[in-house]
């Protein structure tokens, strides 16, 4: 079969899903995204009970293909509600088309409707794309890093590495994400400034093939750091895969180091040193007690 031609961003439906048929057709979309083989994807019998039990499952469509997904259900840590986004995918075929911001400010409305005012999640930090997404255009600010989250997956995304998550929490009406949602950010001078001063978390050098490899983890120095992680992890995978569980495992040395003398992440940006773009979480001194660098689910 051929493959179709991804449509303009313009022409995309978002709707919450109603029919059996979509649910299922979720479940296609997962696992294309992830590269699903052994691994099943949330059944489309679960999608129907979150979506009719306080949960949202969203669908984005391309004429009536399913071009991607949002899945996600109430949840409570003991003092307030939320929404926790556990899943948010998109067919390769209709990738760089910014359907994962169109997703999440969508989700964004519906759980805004339901008079919830924070949708959590976690994803990978190696993930700069996703990365850039999430802390810089949406706003959303880490909370903790979980280690090993998920244990052994056997998917594309996550084969052969340790499943290390970041927990984010997004709250929807504070003032510095209704900034970003309207389009103010640093500047690339600001970004630039930001990095000369700030301390280095993560040392990184070139291998033989041109890639960033990180050569030494420290801990963060002054009221700035910067933590390095790849530019872009797929090249890591493809061209240095021996290296990934290097890079997994000083990223998580980063983040303990930081988080256990009280710095937060307040952002992230691609900055170009010498005239390379590499990608840097961005922290600064905050209360001791706010994250937690955790070894086990929460």
Known sequence: MAARTPPSP??????????????????????????????????????????????????????????????????WDGERLYHYSHLTGVRPEYRNHHLGLRLKLFQREEVLKQGLDEIRWTFDPLQSRNAQLFLRRLGARPNGYKVHYYGQRSN?????????????????????????????FPSAADDAARHARSSAIV?????????????????????????EVPFDIDLIRTHEPEALRRWRHAVRDAFRAAFDLGYVIDDFATVPVEHERRSFYLLSPGERSSPTAAAGSG
């Not at 979150?50 to 009536?64: K, R, S």
């Not at 997904?69 to 109430?74: A, E, I, K, P, Q």
């Not at 050098?205 to 983890?217: D, F, I, K, Q, Y």
């Open 10 to 75: 313009d022409v995309f439906r978002l709707r919450r899903l109603e029919k059996p048929e979509e649910f299922r057709h979720v479940e296609d979309v997962e696992r294309r995204a992830w590269g699903l083989s052994d691994e099943p994807p949330v059944p489309a019998s679960l999608e129907r009970a979150f979506q009719d039990h306080g949960g949202l499952v969203l669908g984005a469509y391309a004429d009536v293909h399913l071009a991607g997904f949002s899945v996600g259900f109430l949840g």
């Open 156 to 184: 594309a995304l996550d084969q052969g590495l340790e499943t290390d998550r970041l927990r984010v929490v997004w709250s929807l009406r504070a003032p510095e994400v209704e900034a970003r949602l309207s389009g103010r």
């Open 203 to 227: 040392t990184t050098a070139a291998s033989e093939s041109g890639l960033r490899l990180p050569t030494e983890v420290a801990e963060p120095e002054g009221p700035s750091a910067h933590l």
